[in-house]
């Protein structure tokens, strides 16, 4: 890996990048985005994730890509800032607990006890 003088960080910023949040997207759903990108975009997440993670399957995907591209491959009509599924969104309105909200007391029955249904039986 490159190492760099400390605040220097070259190349773009994790804000900058062609795809929002893409270090956090799993490797199939960054398979599928990066195909809307043209090298130049790609290029930057190439450069990005060499300073900052390097995995081998992303950067092999990557370079796929790439390879794909300069043979001649179109970048896709998709968008790379369309939603993420892969993040669920909040939920909606209020949901604090509270003593109105908690569920009913539970006592679960002791074990070994003969009544208890969940009990095995003995047979004989």
Do not use: C, W
Not at 59 to 78: C, D, I
Not at 92 to 105: H, K, L, M, Q
């Amino acid at each position: 890996m490159n190492e760099q003088p400390a605040g220097e960080t070259g190349g773009a910023d994790r804000d900058e990048l062609p795809i929002p949040d893409y270090d956090h997207l799993p490797l199939g759903s960054l398979t599928h985005r990066i195909r809307s990108l043209d090298a130049d975009g790609l290029g930057r997440l190439i450069e990005y994730e060499k300073r900052h993670g390097d995995r081998a399957p992303v950067m092999q995907v990557f370079t796929a890509r790439l390879e794909a591209l300069h043979s001649g491959a179109e970048p896709s009509s998709g968008s790379p800032q369309a939603a993420t599924p892969e993040t669920a969104d909040g939920p909606a309105g209020d949901s604090r607990v509270s003593p109105v909200t908690e569920g009913p007391a539970i006592n679960p029955p002791s074990h070994g006890v003969p009544t208890n249904p969940a009990q095995p039986r003995t047979t004989g």
